[in-house]
Antibody
Framework: QVHLQESGPGLVKPSGTLSLTCVVS?????????WNWVRQPPGQGLEWIGE???????NYNPSLRSRLTMSLDKSKNQFSLNLHSVTATDTAVYYC???????????WGQGTLVTVSS | EIVLTQSPGTLSLSPGERATLSCRAS???????LAWYQQKFGQAPRLLIY???SRATGIPDRFSGSGSGTDFTLTISRLEPEDVAVYYC?????????FGQGTKLEIK
């Protein structure tokens, strides 16, 4: 089973860029997986952010698309999230998650809290 | 986008009882494209059910999923104290892949 671990700054200033990386172990970013990001504001529910496939094909949530960039680094076996022009409403626990191509259910990383504040 | 509405918001039951959690979609969802997750306090979600009714690896057979179209159900038979959690449904039929708002399960 693929193991996922998020990393990145826990604090980002308003109007800045939120950047997170997810390292993949016990698996390969060149495998037939969709690599996903999901977030959860404190005390609230889950919001799907987007996904990227090994060929670089992406699928973004329209509510975030204008501010979102996802990328894949196969040499480091990791994938990344960049969310631009952040505000306090982007404060959340960010999870990376994976699903095998043709499967419809996520395996999850442990999550990382990102706070947007000056 | 497909809106998933879960009910009830909170469910309080005793150990050994059966829990029935509902997930209703704003439009039809193919049965392959409906998943259920369990999220315990302070933890990441865990996949319970995929394809509406298939248990994920390591999930006890006390957990079962059913339904089709716009109405799906997660059933937990013989509740145990460790089942305290928030349960979410998610659809993959159409992007964006939306989640329900969750059902909080309390054990008396």
């Amino acid at each position: 089973q693929v193991h996922l671990q998020e990393s990145g700054p826990g604090l980002v200033k308003p109007s800045g860029t939120l950047s997170l990386t997810c390292v993949v172990s016990s698996g390969s970013t060149n495998g037939s997986y969709w690599w996903n990001w999901v977030r959860q504001p404190p005390g609230q529910g889950l919001e799907w952010i987007g996904e990227i496939f090994r060929d670089g094909n992406t699928n973004y949530n329209p509510s975030l698309r204008s501010r979102l960039t996802m990328s894949l680094d196969k040499s480091k076996n990791q994938f990344s999230l960049n969310l631009h022009s952040v505000t306090a409403t982007d404060t959340a626990v960010y999870y990376c998650a994976s699903r095998r191509f043709g499967d419809y259910g996520f395996s999850w990383g442990q999550g990382t809290l990102v706070t947007v504040s000056s | 986008e497909i809106v998933l509405t879960q009910s009830p918001g909170t469910l309080s039951l005793s150990p050994g009882e059966r829990a029935t959690l509902s997930c209703r979609a704003s439009q039809s969802v193919g049965i392959n494209y409906l998943a259920w997750y369990q999220q315990k306090f302070g933890q990441a979600p865990r996949l319970l059910i995929y394809g509406a009714s298939s248990r994920a690896t390591g999930i006890p057979d006390r957990f079962s999923g059913s339904g089709s179209g716009t109405d799906f159900t997660l059933t937990i038979s013989r509740l145990e104290p460790e089942d305290v959690a928030v349960y979410y449904c998610q659809q993959f039929d159409a992007s964006p892949y939306t989640f329900g708002q969750g059902t909080k399960l309390e054990i008396k």
